[in-house]
């Protein structure tokens, strides 16, 4: 009787052991170091606008403030599974590739934004950019630290 009980917790255990394997399994998100953006923005000829550089490497964020911003230097930081999902998700199915190398609108002085990902290059003004390449834009400015 008692082999039969201690037969019996055992192979509960290993019941238990081998579900817990499994489901966090599951809950652990993959991220994908190989996936990378940067970001640049110049202030143009403002001496007030913003200007610096979002590098996003997976999950880790490379930001360096170079004018008009709350943090100035650099700075490297994760993010949540979740945000670098959404950015992940957003570029890969933006048909980056396909946009052109510049758009740009007349006032040449207003400032320029630089976006690379996958060894495409992109310079753009926001009022001459089209909708989805400013939105990829404005996801990757949702990175932006804060002091």
Same mark, same amino acid.
């Given at each position: /009787?008692?082999?039969?009980?201690? &037969?019996?917790?055992?192979?509960? *255990? ?5 579900? #817990? @394997? %499994?489901?966090? @399994?599951?809950?652990?998100?993959k991220i994908d170091h190989?996936?990378? +953006? ?8 403002? @001496? ?15 930001? #360096?403030?170079?004018?008009? +911003?709350?943090? /100035?230097?650099?700075? *490297?930081?994760?993010?949540? *599974? ?6 992940? !998700? ?9 946009? !052109?190398? &510049? ?6 002085? &207003?400032?320029? /934004? @630089?976006?690379?990902?996958?060894? %495409? ?19 990757? !400015? ?6």
């Open positions: /009787m008692k082999a039969l009980i201690i &037969l019996s917790l055992i192979t509960a *255990t290993i019941v238990c052991i081998s579900c #817990n @394997k %499994h489901s966090s @399994k599951k809950s652990v998100e190989t996936f990378e +953006v940067e970001y640049k923005r110049g202030k143009g000829r403002s @001496k007030s606008k913003p200007a610096y550089t979002i590098a996003l490497k997976g999950n880790v964020v490379t930001f #360096n403030g170079i004018a008009n +911003v709350d943090v /100035m230097g650099e700075k *490297t930081f994760e993010i949540s *599974t979740s945000k670098y999902k959404a950015i992940k !998700e957003a570029f890969d199915s933006s048909n980056f590739s396909e946009f !052109e190398e &510049l758009y740009q609108g007349r006032m040449r002085d &207003l400032p320029m /934004m @630089k976006l690379t990902f996958k060894e %495409h290059t992109v310079k753009y003004q926001e009022k001459a950019a089209p909708e989805n390449l400013a939105k990829l834009g404005q996801k990757m !400015e949702e990175l932006l630290p804060t002091k």
